[in-house]
């Protein structure tokens, strides 16, 4: 006897056109649909992570600090962090992170950020960032990028 699919499964293959979990629907006259850009799956991703929750995309703080604008601050040198160092002091003056890591790209900050968040907390914000290290892989890490660019 088959195995019993569960209901939305069943469905699924069926308004697909598959018999088989293996076997391809066969659809006439409808072109593939296009993946997703980088920018609409990093768009994707900082919505279902729940980044929105606490980091606006029109201006306005939250818990966190709002990401329009981020990549230019960011490429600006210009987020400044408790303690009074910007972002510039840690990418073009080379000093260490109190964990002894070094910057080298503003996409090196984006992974610390989200890695280990409480590293580099930035000025009038509460260490509350939850980590996200070992959940965001490098396809993750690159579609949220090209999300935060067009902020």
Known sequence: MPARRPWWLA???????????????QVNDVAPSAAPSPADAGKAIFKSAGCEACHSKDGSPLVGPSMKGFWKRAQDRAIEFEGGKTLGDYLDKGEALPSAAKLTSVEDYVTLQLETPRVLVVKGFAPTAPSYEGRVNEGDLEALVAYLKTL
Do not use: T
Request: overall charge negative; hydrophobic content about 55%.
């Open 11 to 25: 469905a699924y293959l069926a308004i697909a056109g598959c018999d088989d979990l293996g076997a391809s629907a």
